[in-house]
């Protein structure tokens, strides 16, 4: 506090960085975590956005192609080798276990549409991992940061008490320095906790939403699955 003391009495700047310079260990500490957290936050929400773009144009791509005029066979056959999207790894889980579900004399194996649906449902899953991850960092920091931000001004403002009682001077040269430091952390952690929530509650939407239209590709394949099955049962009867 002796330098801070000294700097006042200079007519310090008291931009960010002098009062980081300023502040004491634990308001540092409290600082450079919110800091790296703020960093963190939007390299998570600037990847998420370039993702969710991806994957929503491959999406709808898969889905003009499936329900074009080619076959479901011929489209397995084409992309089977190297899926690309979700909805194409989603596909090709299920037509894996239907081309596993026929004996080698063709007959299909009792059963089949079960196992196909879970398969579809385990891709499934793995997809909707795979777009939620990362999403509950920026959860973490935006509930927690304001209240560690708060931790740090608290332990500031003791500081500036605990000098004033050395002092025994309150003249506003003296606590504007140790208040500037205390009010910055508050100031950091309120910085990295709004972009937090905003990209958390976009980028959960988008997420639910190419989730939703997952759950629906995985149903109406499955519908004709199960269509084709008791097709086959038929002619087979």
């Given at each position: 506090?002796?330098t801070?003391l000294i700097?006042?009495s200079?007519?310090?700047?008291?931009n960010l960085?002098?009062?980081?310079?300023?502040?004491?260990f634990?308001?540092?500490?409290?600082m450079?975590?919110?800091?790296?957290?703020s960093i963190?936050c939007w390299a998570i929400?600037f990847?998420?956005?370039?993702?969710?773009g991806?994957?929503?144009?491959?999406?709808?791509?898969?889905e003009?192609?499936?329900?074009?005029?080619?076959?479901v066979e011929?489209?397995?056959d084409?992309?089977?080798g190297?899926?690309?999207?979700a909805l194409q790894r989603?596909?090709c889980?299920a037509?894996?276990?239907?081309?596993k579900?026929?004996?080698k004399?063709g007959?299909l194996?009792?059963?089949?549409?079960?196992?196909?649906?879970?398969?579809?449902?385990?891709?499934v899953n793995?997809e909707i991992?795979?777009?939620?991850?990362?999403?509950d960092f920026l959860a973490?920091?935006?509930?927690?940061?304001?209240?560690?931000?708060?931790?740090?001004t608290?332990?500031?403002?003791?500081?500036?008490?605990?000098?004033?009682?050395?002092?025994?001077?309150?003249?506003?040269?003296?606590?504007a320095?140790?208040?500037?430091e205390?009010?910055?952390a508050t100031?950091?952690?309120?910085l990295?906790?709004?972009?937090?929530?905003?990209?958390?509650?976009?980028?959960?939407t988008?997420?639910?939403s190419?989730?939703?239209?997952?759950?629906?590709f995985?149903?109406e394949?499955?519908?004709?699955?199960?269509r084709?099955?008791?097709?086959?049962?038929?002619s087979d009867e």
């Open positions: 506090m002796e801070e700097l006042a200079e007519g310090l700047d008291f960085l002098n009062l980081f310079l300023l502040a004491g634990v308001v540092q500490c409290v450079v975590l919110l800091i790296l957290a963190i929400i990847q998420k956005l370039l993702f969710f991806r994957v929503r144009n491959q999406t709808l791509s898969f003009n192609a499936f329900w074009s005029e080619e076959s011929e489209l397995y084409r992309i089977k190297n899926p690309i999207g989603i596909f889980a037509m894996d276990e239907w081309e579900s026929h004996s004399s007959v194996i009792s059963g089949a549409s079960s196992r196909i649906d879970r398969s579809m449902s385990n891709a793995n991992n795979t777009l939620s991850r990362g999403l973490t920091v935006g509930s927690t940061a304001p209240f560690v931000g708060l931790f740090g608290v332990w500031g403002i003791m500081n500036v008490f605990s000098e004033i009682g050395i002092q025994e001077n309150t003249n506003l040269a003296v606590i320095p140790g208040i500037g205390a009010l910055a100031a950091l952690g309120l990295a906790a709004i972009p937090a929530v905003v990209f958390y509650n976009n980028l959960s988008k997420a639910n190419l989730a939703a239209r997952f759950d629906d995985a149903d394949f499955s519908t004709i699955v199960s084709e099955i008791e097709q086959m049962v038929q």
